[in-house]
């Protein structure tokens, strides 16, 4: 079964510190994995995807297959980062559905 | 260019009627998916569309939900007989082809009450 972990539904820190989401998954295969924002009145919208490799408004994200991890990372958060954040993964035998977390809704503190 | 539209915005039913919740995907665009979100849970995959057939329904709650994709653009996510735990956000999403590489962008959403 596929499965996605966001184990934090509320993050909240300072303007300027470091920030961490935390992302587990379970699946048997190698997985896609992806981070989609919603921001506050708008559509969901992919941030950053394993695939590509890229750092998207300074967010980062290792895929860590020991550990089955995809954390997203920020060294200094911004108010803008204000939003919900989700995990998500696509299965790699040919399943084009994504699989989501639940969410954690991260506040960034002036 | 515009974006993945989703009609109508909010939708509110009685419980054990029909409803029709509709998705214009982006123009060009030949793969459509659905998902429903539940208030504080993540988005639930339903169906995904590659053209005008069903590549994957396995989704679907029940026999009460169908969706269709006659001409291969507009779904139409149909939902028979509504009952109060139909109450979400259903999502489209399209991209420009069935492929984990093509992103899948969202739709605004149709918020459903069911009474």
């Known amino acids: 079964a596929q499965r996605v972990t966001q184990p934090e539904k509320l993050l909240s820190v300072f303007k300027g510190a470091p920030v961490e989401l935390k992302c587990n998954y379970s699946y048997s295969g190698s997985p896609e994995l992806f981070w989609y924002v919603q921001y506050s009145r708008q559509r969901l919208q992919l941030l950053l995807r394993?695939?590509s490799r890229e750092s998207i408004k300074g967010f980062t994200a290792d895929l860590n297959k020991g550990e089955t991890s995809f954390h997203l990372k920020k060294p200094f958060a911004q108010e803008e980062d204000s939003a919900m954040y989700y995990c998500a993964l696509i299965g790699a035998q040919g399943a084009q559905k994504l699989v989501f977390g639940q969410g954690t809704r991260l506040t960034i503190n002036p | 260019g515009a974006g993945v539209s989703q009609t109508p915005s909010n939708k509110v039913t009685e419980k054990g009627k029909y409803v029709e919740l509709r998705c214009d995907p982006i123009?060009?665009?030949?793969?459509l998916y659905w998902y429903r979100q539940s208030l504080g849970q993540g988005p639930e995959f339903l169906i995904y569309?590659?053209?005008?057939?069903?590549?994957?329904d396995s989704g679907l709650p029940n026999d009460r939900f169908f969706a269709v994709r006659p001409e291969g653009s507009v779904s139409t996510l149909k939902i028979q007989r509504t009952e109060r735990g139909d109450s979400a956000v259903y999502l489209c999403a399209s991209s420009q082809t069935l492929t984990v590489y093509n992103e899948q962008f969202f739709g605004p959403g149709t918020r459903l009450t069911v009474l």
């Open positions: 123009s060009g665009h030949t793969a």
């Open positions: 394993h695939i």
């Open positions: 569309f590659q053209g005008t057939g069903a590549a994957d």
